[in-house]
């Protein structure tokens, strides 16, 4: 049935049935979360705390509604929420070691972003600092305040001089096509930046009151952002193996000790795997980082380690099999605070250098950590299930005690009602244990029957989890339950299970997400006939490979997806993917065919549409293209939807976010099947 009549007419029932309420102008429910609204969403991050421990600074980010795009601002307030207030445009704010200043970058002179320093007295003078090329970006202050680090792209010679002897043959006044691009490096193009320009990235310091950058690295290779120890002689670094053909190298990467007097570079990590986000202690004598050993494995987690600061006596002191993010020292520097996922949650943990780790904060929430203040005082971000991100503050030593400084969404949500969420845990065929959730639309009335929409993160080795979803909060203000689920090869419960996938994706995690959908249908409120499945990156491959195995959904969605592994391999943003496969393709594509959805396209029966943006590089518009034609040939209803500006994904522009809601809605409504009889109370 090609009408979504049937599920036109539940919907409206629905909203019959509910309480009374106010309707907008568009005929949306005032109560209800609306699209409209998303257009006043803001979001709070990056907050940094003062040297004095006093103010917060961060950055506000809001819709600029008339150009379409997504601004920044940097805003700053009293470390208990009091005195708001907005500084200016800007993103990425540091704190000068004494307090006096902090350095930030914004568009400038004279051309794209620029370091600029504004001084914290009440003139608030601001002062653009560099006035380079390509823009900074990791910006650092030096420990007494007098440099700040930075990081830059260094063009280099290509080496070809076709262009000035073709110059020679050019008519005069003649209009010639512009000279061709030379790709050499095995890394030539990244999604959201297109092609990578001829150069390294290298590091930079300039004097914080202005003046010529000094360029403290060199060579052919990348190096990562500056982390500055605190006698000020010295910045570590992470990046790639400094050795010829190092492009080639696969999961290795070494942290580096560079000299600021002198220039000179010296290893301090040597083990094969990769070893990053170095970390000085506060008296300088050691040196907290991640890494693992190499392998081979699609996923591990990590490890946090220290060392001595030259790069001796290396030694583990946490392994809770979860991956250590968001490092902070602790100020008597006895040990080390981290943020770790686990089971769709965040939150803090201590690593002391004797003794076993421990969690911090326990709650249903995603924290993340933005900086530690001297007298412990954490000030980082949190999101939950009803509370979209928001800046918050605790002291580690009453880490239950946590409060939220920000509100940047309560007048959106003021009289919303929003769809409660349910955490599910279910059996896979296996046995595997797997973890879910569902949003239930507000007003849910379990004795009705609700058309339902599964949901699959990318990565493939990501988490979904507590977090605010407005997207999933909108489709449920729609009458619709919302079902997203882990299954294998998702991070946050431990190396096995992300690691399950290895040469077998899609495998079994199609498994995991049919038992989590049984799950929710045995609960009973589920319209069995209208089911519908989508999913971006990762979620667009099992998308696809779910409607040819199954025909139980009524309507499907792939997004941004993998359809032909032996094409997709040779085409993505890099080489990296080549490896995840136990042979080259060139050498037994068996694999390659056997993991990709369109060598099932032959037994797909559900309508599905598909949407790419047009920039993607990271699953390149031809793998949506092949396995749309695929689906013309064989007559299933499809459509192929291409979004314009962007790049992975379909919602970096605010308009698209909205479209990608309607679209989805509008192809499931018109492949919504006729009601079957409802369950009786």
Not at 598 to 619: A, E
């Amino acid at each position: 049935m090609r009408s979504g009549f049937a599920l036109r007419v539940a919907v409206a029932l629905a909203l019959i049935a509910a309480p009374a309420a106010a309707q907008d102008g568009n005929g949306v429910r005032n109560d209800r979360l609306s699209l409209t609204d998303y257009l006043d969403w803001e979001s709070a991050g990056d907050p940094q705390l003062s040297p004095d421990g006093r103010q917060i600074v961060y950055t506000r980010g809001w819709i600029d509604k008339l150009n379409d795009s997504r601004e920044s601002s940097l805003h700053i307030m009293n470390v208990d929420g009091t005195r708001p207030r907005a500084l200016l445009d800007g993103s990425s704010a540091r704190w000068s070691p004494d307090g006096t200043r902090i350095a930030f970058t914004a568009s400038g002179e004279p051309r794209g972003s620029q370091i600029f320093v504004r001084w914290m007295d009440a003139e608030g003078a601001v002062t653009q600092i560099t006035r380079v090329l390509e823009s900074p970006n990791g910006i650092t202050w030096s420990p007494d305040g007098e440099w700040i680090a930075f990081r830059m792209i260094v063009p280099d010679d290509s080496g070809w001089n076709v262009e000035g002897q073709a110059t020679k043959h050019r008519p005069r006044g003649a209009t010639w096509t512009s000279a061709p691009r030379v790709v050499e490096d095995l890394q030539y193009r990244r999604d959201r930046q297109g092609f990578l320009p001829d150069g390294t990235n290298q590091i930079f310091i300039v004097p914080a009151e202005g003046g010529t950058p000094r360029q403290l690295s060199d060579g052919e290779w990348d190096a990562g952002s500056p982390v500055w120890t605190p006698d000020g002689n010295t910045i570590l670094f992470s990046s790639g193996p400094r050795i010829p053909e190092a492009e080639y190298e696969w999961r290795e990467s070494e942290i580096y000790a560079l000299d600021v007097e002198t220039g000179e570079i010296s290893q301090l990590t040597t083990r094969r795997g990769p070893d990053g986000n170095p970390v000085p202690s506060p008296d300088g004598r050691l040196i907290a980082y991640t890494g693992r050993d190499w392998s081979t494995d699609t996923w591990a987690d990590t490890e946090l380690y220290v060392m001595n600061a030259d790069g001796s006596d290396p030694r583990v002191i946490a392994d809770i099999d979860r991956s250590p993010g968001d490092l902070e020292w602790a100020p008597d520097g006895s040990g080390v605070y981290f943020a770790a996922q686990n089971e769709g949650t965040e939150n803090l943990w201590f690593a002391p250098l004797d003794g076993e780790p421990r969690q911090v904060t326990d709650g249903t929430h995603r924290l993340s950590i933005g900086d530690l203040g001297q007298d412990g005082t954490i000030v980082g971000t949190s999101t939950s299930f009803h509370e979209p991100g928001d800046i918050i503050t605790f002291n580690v030593s009453s880490p239950a005690q946590i409060r939220k400084l920000t509100d940047v969404n309560g007048d959106v949500l003021m009289g919303k009602k929003l769809g409660e969420v349910e955490e599910i845990w279910y059996t896979s065929s296996d046995g595997l244990r797997v973890q879910g959730w569902i949003i239930k639309p507000p007003d849910f009335d379990a004795s009705r029957q609700y058309p339902m929409m599964l949901s699959i993160h990318g990565g493939p080795h990501s988490m979904y989890g507590v977090g605010f979803n407005f997207g999933w909060q909108e489709h449920a203000a729609n009458d619709y339950v919302i079902v997203y689920t882990n299954p294998r090869g998702s991070t946050g419960y431990g190396s096995e299970f992300g690691n399950a996938i290895k040469n077998a994706y899609p495998g079994k995690d199609f498994d995991d997400l049919m038992a989590g959908v049984d799950a929710v249908i045995e609960m009973g409120y589920i319209d069995t006939d209208n089911m519908f499945v989508y999913g971006c990156s990762g979620g667009g491959v099992l998308t696809s490979w779910i409607v040819g195995h199954t025909d139980r959904f009524a309507a499907a969605s792939a997004n941004c997806p993998v359809t032909n592994w032996l094409s997709f391999v040779g085409t993505t943003d890099g080489a990296s993917w080549y490896r995840n496969f136990e042979k080259f393709p060139w050498e037994d594509p068996s694999e390659h065919l056997r993991r990709s959805p369109l060598m099932y396209v032959g037994n797909v029966k559900t309508p599905t549409m598909l949407m790419t943006g047009v920039n993607d590089l990271r699953t390149p518009m031809p793998q949506t293209e092949e396995y749309y034609q695929a689906l013309k040939m064989l007559k299933v209803p499809t459509a192929m939807v291409r979004f314009n500006d962007e790049w992975h994904g379909t919602s970096s522009k605010p308009s698209n976010f909205i479209r990608t809601q309607l679209y989805l809605r509008d192809w499931f409504e018109k492949h919504a099947r006729p009601e079957r009889p409802r369950a009786q109370n």
